[in-house]
């Protein structure tokens, strides 16, 4: 899967953008669009605005208040100005909705006729964002069988140590989900794509492209929260990623 292309499914167009082409500097170079602590706002504000110009276009770019959660929203009216969770879906032609990620995985939903996006960290899938989702799609007339999952750039397999206090925490939803630990060297590695793609299989759909960019191993292309926290950096950008009609 190609990232910071614009890619196209059905009526819908997505795109998983990268760090680069922004204005911002340092740790928040250079295409961040996460308003942080030590960041300067008018570059944030700038960086959006190229984002519009070259994806939105005439469309209203909305962002969630992300904080982890399992909390998946519908928009199909007014809006507020601020909704905080961490998935949206609409089915509206003049909204493009977007998630700010750094080692999370952005999920985008298409089906016949609406569309979504949701920032997925540990925390929402063990907390099932990801069934929020798929039932919410399905109370406005979707079904399985329309959805199509896009998962885009995040913290691969071979990057993501966990402690040991998550792997009591992950052992405790399920035993069976050992699997998905990887244990070298008395560390324990967790594989976070895999996960994601049995939680989502194991709602009855199988239309699945996941990204195999590693963003921990990337950090010339993507902002990564784990990279930064081993440099000792406590703050960093998020890139973006959008959906919304063509």
């Known amino acids: 899967m190609n990232s910071?292309?614009?890619?196209?499914?059905?009526?819908?167009?997505?795109?998983?953008?990268?760090?680069?082409?922004?204005?911002?500097?340092?740790?928040?170079?250079?295409?961040?669009?996460?308003?942080?602590?030590?960041?300067?706002?008018?570059?944030?504000?700038?960086?959006?605005?190229?984002?519009?110009?070259?994806?939105?276009?005439?469309?209203?770019?909305?962002?969630?208040?992300?904080?982890?959660?399992?909390?998946?929203?519908?928009?199909?009216?007014?809006?507020?100005?601020?909704?905080?969770?961490?998935?949206?879906?609409?089915?509206?032609?003049?909204?493009?909705?977007?998630?700010?990620?750094?080692?999370?995985a952005p999920i985008i939903v298409i089906g016949k006729k609406n569309f979504g996006i949701i920032h997925v960290g540990w925390r929402g899938a063990f907390s099932d964002i990801i069934k929020n989702t798929v039932k919410t799609f399905i109370s406005i007339g979707e079904t399985n069988d329309d959805l199509n999952f896009f998962i885009g750039p995040h913290i691969q397999k071979k990057s993501f140590e966990v402690k040991n206090d998550f792997v009591s925490i992950f052992l405790n939803q399920n035993e069976n989900f050992e699997t998905f630990l990887i244990k070298k060297k008395k560390k324990f590695f967790f594989d976070f794509s895999g996960f994601l793609r049995k939680k989502i299989f194991d709602l009855g759909i199988s239309r699945i492209n996941i990204s195999r960019i590693d963003t921990f191993r990337n950090p010339r292309n993507y902002f990564s929260y784990r990279y930064y926290l081993k440099k000792g950096i406590n703050n960093c950008g998020r890139q973006i990623s959008l959906v919304c009609f063509k």
């Open 4 to 104: 910071q292309k614009i890619k196209y499914f059905r009526n819908f167009k997505y795109c998983f953008f990268t760090r680069n082409g922004g204005v911002s500097i340092k740790n928040f170079r250079s295409l961040n669009c996460a308003y942080k602590d030590e960041e300067n706002p008018k570059n944030v504000k700038e960086n959006r605005e190229i984002i519009k110009k070259k994806f939105c276009k005439k469309k209203k770019l909305f962002l969630l208040n992300q904080v982890h959660s399992n909390k998946v929203v519908f928009l199909n009216k007014k809006i507020p100005k601020v909704i905080t969770g961490d998935g949206v879906i609409t089915n509206r032609k003049d909204l493009c909705l977007g998630i700010l990620t750094a080692d999370c």
